[in-house]
């Protein structure tokens, strides 16, 4: 089983890069399945506080809060998220054998997952000079700065077509099935 983990800040790429690698590996015939750390927070957002998916805004403010301040720091389960990803992953392994997940943002998030398996690829993505729309608040959020500190990525990426990102996942890939 591989698993992809990717990260950057918001609005780099992230999610559109991973619809890219996992179109690759199934070229090379893997089964993928795309995935978010982050999905118990959004499914509270839109179970039990009205958030509509299907709008363009994520409720960004309601996951810092809920994932940072309450679960991680007040409640004081810094693993929960990856825990519940994790466990994901085990149940889920029974009909994928690729798992990309689009949506990294803390450094514990990469250590733990090359912890908790063997063969974790972590993938950066960064989009230079592009305002990504937040607020100071919440562009100054650790969620937002931590990864600037990190530099143990297997692959970086700079986001600036999609015809690159494509090249990106398709080199990627290949680097991959060539270790």
């Known amino acids: 089983m591989k698993i992809f983990v990717i990260g950057g800040a918001a609005k780099s790429g992230k999610n559109t890069f991973g619809k890219y690698l996992r179109e690759e590996l199934k070229n090379y015939g893997y089964k993928p399945c795309v995935m978010h750390i982050t999905e118990t927070l959004y499914s509270y957002a839109r179970n039990y506080f009205s958030w509509n998916e299907n709008a363009d805004e994520k409720p960004r403010e309601f996951l810092q809060k809920m994932g940072i301040?309450?679960?991680?720091?007040k409640m004081h389960k810094p693993y929960f998220l990856i825990?519940?990803?994790?466990?994901?992953?085990?149940?889920?392994?029974n009909f994928f054998d690729a798992f990309i997940i689009t949506d990294a943002r803390l450094i514990m998030e990469f250590e733990e997952f090359r912890k908790r398996f063997d063969d974790v690829v972590i993938i950066k993505i960064s989009r230079s000079n592009f305002d990504n729309g937040l607020t100071e608040e919440e562009k100054n959020h650790v969620t937002e700065t931590e990864l600037f500190d990190y530099d143990k990525y297997d692959y970086e990426i700079e986001n600036d077509s999609f015809e690159a990102m494509v090249k990106d996942a398709r080199r990627i890939v290949e680097l991959e099935e060539g270790k």
């Open 69 to 73: 301040e309450i679960i991680k720091e």
């Open 83 to 93: 825990d519940r990803t994790c466990e994901d992953i085990e149940i889920l392994s």
